[in-house]
């Protein structure tokens, strides 16, 4: 079972000693900060060349004043000891690339899969490092384009509702009346319907409330376009549920891709451009049906520990504890 660290304030408190100076003492004198091999680079660039696997992830998190660093992480690590690869400050690819490459050809060469999400500077850094591996771009993020775009069309919607209700509110004003918007039969008002819908069209029909049945009811009845979206972004996430391999993945990508033709969504046109740019990667789920929610999870894991430390006030100091970890 994971440990989960704690800061030297919490533990000051805990034994009532000064947590600040305690943090500092712990820095100078208890950890061995000062003789850290990798101390000098630390800030720019991190390596552990005996982490390194056969299947990676790659992802990119913020240390602080939404500061970029990029990170490959080993999945066999599953988040614990052993799971840093290599971090790189920054995301542009050559970035990524000069830190990689100092990994061995050798060990580089036994990767097989570096799951990834849709960046395009990752899937370059990906290419020149790992020439053996699969790139597999992220299930998840596929479908938040498809679920964004449903979103786009909903916000749309909103603000129009929002518009017709001002101007419906000035105009009984100038008559000397109070504005008394149509009220459905669950209670919302149009600008509350489609504010309140917003969770349900990131769900799956079967797993809606009885509440939110009622609401996207109505909401469908006024919008069918939005239905039509609904049912695309559905019906994308299907596709990575039911199909077993890549051929039957391609079929019915092939008829979702004409769906979003007749729909006229202009949103969804540029999701589908998205995918064709990428098909390939996307496939390849279905060779492991591999992800990246590794790198999701450890990117939280990294979020909690900044928030346990109270931020990153010393980057160098709290990459050393990070990579002490989890590296």
């Known amino acids: 079972m994971d440990k989960e660290p704690i800061s030297c304030h919490l533990l000051g408190r805990l034994y009532q000693v000064d947590g600040k100076r305690l943090q500092q003492q712990y820095k100078d004198h208890l950890s061995n900060f000062h003789d850290w091999g990798q101390k000098e680079h630390a800030s720019d660039w991190m390596l552990f060349n005996d982490n390194m696997g056969e299947f990676l992830s790659i992802d990119e998190t913020a ?78 993020h596929v479908q938040k384009l498809a679920y964004d775009a449903v979103q786009e069309l909903r916000i749309k919607y909103r603000w129009d509702a929002l518009d017709k209700e001002n101007k419906a509110i000035e105009t009984a004003k100038k008559d000397n009346k109070s504005h008394q918007p149509e009220v ?6 149009l600008k509350q319907l489609l504010a309140r ?66 729909s006229g ?16 990667y996307i496939l390849n789920f279905f060779n492991n049906r591999s992800t990246n929610a590794s790198a999701e999870s450890f990117n939280a894991k990294i979020k909690a520990f900044r928030a346990t430390s109270r931020g990153v006030r010393d980057i160098d100091f709290f990459l050393f504890r990070l990579a002490n970890i989890y590296a």
């Open 63 to 140: 240390l602080s004043n939404g500061e970029l660093y990029t990170i490959v992480t080993n999945k066999d690590a599953k988040g614990g000891k052993g799971a840093i690869v290599a971090m790189a400050k920054g995301t542009q690819a050559e970035q990524i690339i000069q830190v990689l490459e100092q990994i061995p050809v050798r060990a580089r060469n036994k990767v097989k899969e570096v799951t990834m999400d849709m960046a395009a500077n990752m899937a370059k850094a990906i290419r020149r490092c790992f020439t053996n591996a699969e790139r597999v771009m992220d299930r998840f």
């Open 184 to 189: 459905f039969s669950n209670g919302d008002t």
């Open 197 to 262: 819908s917003r969770y349900l069209l990131f769900k799956h029909h079967t797993k809606w409330t009885r509440s939110q049945k009622e609401r996207a009811q109505i909401l469908f009845s006024l919008y069918p376009l939005l239905y039509k979206a609904y049912r695309l972004a559905q019906r994308l996430g299907e596709i990575f549920t039911v199909c077993k391999s890549k051929v039957q993945a391609f079929k019915l990508l092939a008829i979702w891709y004409n769906e979003v033709e007749e």
């Open 265 to 280: 969504i202009d949103s969804f046109r540029t999701v589908a451009g998205s995918v064709k740019q990428h098909y390939e």
